[in-house]
């Protein structure tokens, strides 16, 4: 886990702060202590552990997963002064690191270093206990297990972006494992046992080098940025293959209810008359597309900002759905009035 504490005696408003960060954060539960008050939240289809913000007297605390998404470390900075902004109107500045702003201590080489060490905590774990316990998990109590990166040809001596990388990819497809009340009690009893644990050589994960499947040495650096473009783009093909099977099912149930007419009715006229009867379902259809569609490319456009890359992909994803849009439309057309 990653915190920084901002000190403060105002009182948080939780929804005028999530409307405030001007980004799609859903608040997930909260919860409550002796000392503090605990505030859940994640960013939808990009988190994959939690952020919390514990309220204090005169002091708050920002916390993220050590495991958390590439994505949501470069999200930290941003988090953090906002709050400040929002409870002090002032940006956050770290006494510790010579009073340097969130954005300059929270860095690429931060980030490096935060998923370094959390990888290194789990592999000295790993090589003792039989599991891991994610911080901030997404819901249930989830672990991580030698058995569970072995289905994805990971070990204690993989490389660090490597074993970050599956985690993430298990983490986002929901095949986190869920802890039963006989393993948790198990793993607490372990907890006051003494035990030696070896560490197995770490690398940070902006440094490392590992050999790929045909032997070759290569930098390695698991770019979040790219499996997050990834996803979204596949995202796309559902969307489209939904829309072509919505479609397809509106033009079987036109050609059933035309063939039901007797023959002397099947005229092209009625053929025009029951495919307009269609209209109201294939403009819902269409309204939803669309919507999914400006989801996926204003989120796509996001992740190439956050990351400092061009939007010309998500511009390209959007024109490339108008135009097969527009093609399928005027062949469809066509085909009506001509075929």
């Known amino acids: 886990m990653r915190s920084v504490c901002i000190h403060s005696s105002e009182r948080l408003n939780l929804d005028a702060f999530l409307h405030e960060l001007d980004v799609p954060v859903r608040f997930e539960f909260e919860g409550y202590d002796e000392e503090r008050s605990y505030y859940y939240f994640s960013r939808p289809g990009i988190s994959t552990t939690l952020f919390v913000i514990a309220e204090g007297p005169d002091e708050y605390e920002v916390m993220i997963d050590g495991l958390a998404s590439y994505s949501d470390y470069k999200f930290f900075p941003y988090l953090t002064d906002c709050l400040c902004q929002h409870l002090n109107h002032e940006s956050l500045v770290i006494p510790e690191s010579a009073g340097r702003t969130a954005y300059r201590v929270y860095d690429e080489s ?10 290194a905590m789990l592999k000295s774990a790993l090589s003792v206990f039989p599991r891991y316990y994610v911080g ?27 074993i970050y990388g599956y985690i993430q990819y298990i983490m986002r497809n929901g095949l986190l494992p869920q802890a039963t009340d006989a393993e948790l009690e198990e ?16 690398i940070s994960i902006g440094r490392v080098k590992s050999w790929q499947i045909d032997g070759a040495e290569t930098k390695q ?9 990834k996803a979204l783009i596949q995202q796309t093909y559902a969307l489209k293959a939904i829309a072509e099977k919505g479609l397809n099912s509106s033009i079987s149930a036109a050609k059933a209810e035309y063939k039901t007419l007797p023959a002397e009715q099947q005229t092209k006229t009625k053929k025009i008359m029951i495919c307009l009867s269609k209209t109201g379902e294939l403009t819902s259809l269409q309204s939803y597309c669309d919507k999914e569609m400006g989801r996926i490319v204003s989120q796509l456009r996001t992740v190439l900002k956050e990351n400092g890359q061009s939007t010309e992909l998500a511009d390209q994803v959007m024109s490339t759905y108008k135009a097969e849009k527009s093609q399928r439309y005027a062949e469809l057309k066509n085909k009506l009035y001509n075929g």
């Open 110 to 119: 931060w980030i490096e270093d935060s998923i370094g060490e959390e990888v």
């Open 136 to 162: 901030f998990p997404l819901e249930g109590v989830g672990y991580i297990s030698l058995d569970l990166l072995a289905q994805y040809g990971v070990n204690l001596h993989s490389s660090t972006p490597r």
């Open 187 to 202: 793993d607490c009893n372990r907890e006051d046992q003494e035990t030696e644990v070896d560490v197995p050589q770490h």
């Open 221 to 229: 650096q698991e770019a979040a940025c790219e499996a997050e473009v």
